[in-house]
């Protein structure tokens, strides 16, 4: 990789150009506050543009367009001063699958949508940004339900799959995801189970494999905080803890327990995120022990397989 730029005072100017592999694949401009300001393009390979419009003052405005691969127009709108505004349409393989309008930033009239084969599956209408937005999968059935007041997100949610089935479910407010929300798989059964308030993770969230609990994590205001455990089926079914443990701030904390289908077990701690103290680890091909300090090895390690000589390396202290 390999950029080209400009700073004064600490604050990028001018124009920035990225290459990846000799193929120039990003090229933008800034103003003289460090802004994104003037045209704006990003290319797929040497001759297929992947996105292209233009910034003023840091906002996108104007008309943007995002290409396929086959160099064939995938969506196209325009920007005033960061919001939608005006006609906006999306394709698919060459054919108009949607069109909608934005008045600064919030939907306003009727949103069309269109199969890939042409056909007319479906519309909804909005007002000033008021009313229910919905679009469709390519047979026509709902995908997506969003009830929008005065361009922000509000109400209940929806994700429907091609047969009709709800496959996410939870509510917004003001445009952030606030109370339950339920993720479900193709067979109907939970799969997540989360809470937000005012759009941040809190609470425990709950994750499932085929109806079964997998694991638990809990959050406060968006930062994991409190017991983690996974689990694992034990040999007659029942769900044994395959991880256990606790976060404080986001960060691993506390001694950790990590178990194998076998029964055997490795404990562990950790101080801020970091492995701490002894590590001792057993495993079918042989077993491995010594020290952490902050995350690092130190001292002497140990390496134990069966039927061959203890080996042991040396670490500094850091």
Known sequence: MRIEDRFAAGVPRGSRKLWRRDTLTLEMSFDDEGNLHGPFSAWRDRSTLRERGAFVRGDRHGTWQWIGRGRELERQGSYFL???HGTWRQWDGGRLIMQGRYVKGRPHGTFRFWSSGGAAIGKCKLKNGTGEMLTFHDNGQLATRTPMVRGLRHGIYQEL???GKVVLEGAYA???????WIERDGEGRVARQSTYVDGKLDGVVRRYVRGELASEVTYALGV?????????PGADGELLPAVTGAF???LKSGPWVFRRPDGRAMEVTYVKGDLQGPWQQRGAEGDLSGQHDRGRRV???TWTARG??????????P
């Open 82 to 84: 960061g919001l939608r």
């Open 248 to 250: 404080a701030a986001d």
């Open 299 to 301: 001292g002497t390690w």
């Open 308 to 317: 061959t000589p203890k080996r042991t390396i040396t670490y500094p202290q």
């Open 161 to 163: 799959n091609p047969r």
């Open 224 to 232: 994991r905080e409190g017991p983690y455990r996974e689990l694992q």
């Open 174 to 180: 003001s445009d952030q995801r606030h109370g339950l």
